[in-house]
């Protein structure tokens, strides 16, 4: 996809900016009217009001359809101003009418399943695989969810009249595996389909132009970018976006306002983040496609920053070789992560479904950061061990090479 296009509307103007422009600007545009250049964190819990009949008349509009309206807020719990900069902002980026942010990936999602599950369609269809917590949570039915999981080709066979969500994730955590997202929405009819774009990022793609009504991130991880701030978001239609508030106000899972601010400040850079940490990526992928310590390389065709590769020998070791790269969960952030999914992320995931999934037990995940290129290949053939020898060494396997190439 065109790394330009278009975001969103600029705020009273027919003016089409570009996405790069957007992720400065959108959530910023009255700054300058304020007298302000860096946006303000608002780290009030409560508010004043000296009206209290229209505060009460306020509050009932919410509680009846989810509406916040231009009035002065009135409780931290149910908006702040910080964090509606960055919903506003991000909403732009999916090219979405709306954004809802909460407290972590997890939580939006919760909230996600809940509102379908409070008007009764409890019945999930997925597609595997996802992150390992967002599997255990619809396996789990500790929402009163029952999902059923399927290939992308049986979504539609597997829609009942209670079903309420359609979830995937391409590309998909750790394997990196890519759907036909437009496709994937045919199927589902009038099913909502909510898309985790986690990996991508609107950067590369946009879910919401191909169908997807939701489109959940982990605020955590690239939207943040630099390993310091928690949280989750859904962009969707402003229907939805009401329903969600609702669900964040009743159960509390909101978003800090510092963490409002952190990541309206992520934004700015996630352009430029993502297509030189993608750059970068593309090239190790290279590299460890023709490396014989190395078995298969997973790199998706839209590009990122992610890598997942399955080593000849034991995971563990480059795991605990590694220098540079730091061996943790998470991803997206400006240095290299490099985890081990079946011990760590998916450790959640039936051992079995786990596999079936393509989660081997030699994958390793790596999140590649900023850091030049020699200096973290460096790294990585250090960790790797000596062919033939020590370390994770060749065992003879069958050896799956993809092309891969650097985004445009």
């Known amino acids: 996809m065109d790394n330009d296009l278009y975001a969103g509307p600029r705020q009273g103007s027919a003016h089409r900016r570009a996405l790069a422009t957007e992720a400065v600007h959108a959530g910023r545009d009255d700054l300058a009217g304020l007298g302000l250049h860096a946006p303000p964190i608002d780290l009030s819990t409560t508010y004043p009001s000296y009206d209290s009949r229209a505060e009460a008349a306020r509050i009932d509009a919410f509680a009846a359809d989810g509406v916040v309206d231009d009035g002065p807020p009135v409780y931290a719990r149910l908006g702040n101003p910080t964090v509606a900069r960055f919903e506003t902002a991000l909403a732009r980026l999916e090219g979405t009418e709306s954004a809802v942010a ?31 917590c967002s599997d255990h949570l619809l396996t789990a039915g500790a929402l009163g969810t029952e999902v059923t999981w399927v290939d992308p080709a049986g979504i539609a066979d597997a829609i009942r009249p209670d079903t309420g969500l359609v979830m995937v994730e391409s590309p998909a955590n750790p394997t990196l595996a890519e759907l036909d997202l437009r496709a994937v929405a045919h199927s589902c009819g009038t099913v909502p389909l909510l898309a985790d774009n986690t990996f991508a990022t609107p950067v590369l793609q946009r879910p919401a132009e191909s169908g997807a009504r939701l489109v959940l991130h982990s605020a955590t991880k690239f939207l943040g970018g630099h390993g310091d701030v928690m949280g989750g978001v859904v962009a969707c239609d402003e229907k939805f976006a009401r329903q969600l508030r609702q669900v964040r106000f009743a159960t509390g899972g909101v978003l800090h306002p510092l963490a409002g601010y952190l990541l309206l400040r992520g934004l700015s850079t996630l352009p430029v983040r993502v297509r030189a940490a993608s750059a970068t990526a593309a090239e190790l992928a290279r590299r460890l496609s023709a490396d014989p310590r190395v078995t298969r390389v997973h790199y998706p065709r839209i590009g990122g920053a992610m890598i997942a590769f399955e080593t000849a020998g034991d995971p563990h070791e480059v795991i605990g070789a590694v220098r540079l790269v730091t061996p943790a969960v998470s991803l997206g952030s400006v240095d290299s992560l490099i985890q081990h999914p079946a011990s760590i992320s998916h450790r959640i995931v039936d051992a079995t479904d786990r596999r079936d999934a393509g989660v081997s037990d030699r994958l390793l995940r790596l999140s590649v950061g900023l850091e030049d290129v020699e200096d973290l290949w460096a790294d990585l053939d250090v960790a790797l061990g000596r062919p033939g020898g020590g370390g994770a060494g060749v065992r003879g396997e069958e050896r799956e090479v993809r092309e891969v190439r650097v985004p445009e």
């Open 102 to 132: 909460f407290a972590s990936g997890m939580a939006a999602l919760t909230a996600v399943l809940l509102v379908r599950g409070g008007a009764g369609l409890r019945h999930v269809v997925a597609v595997r695989p996802l992150y390992g």
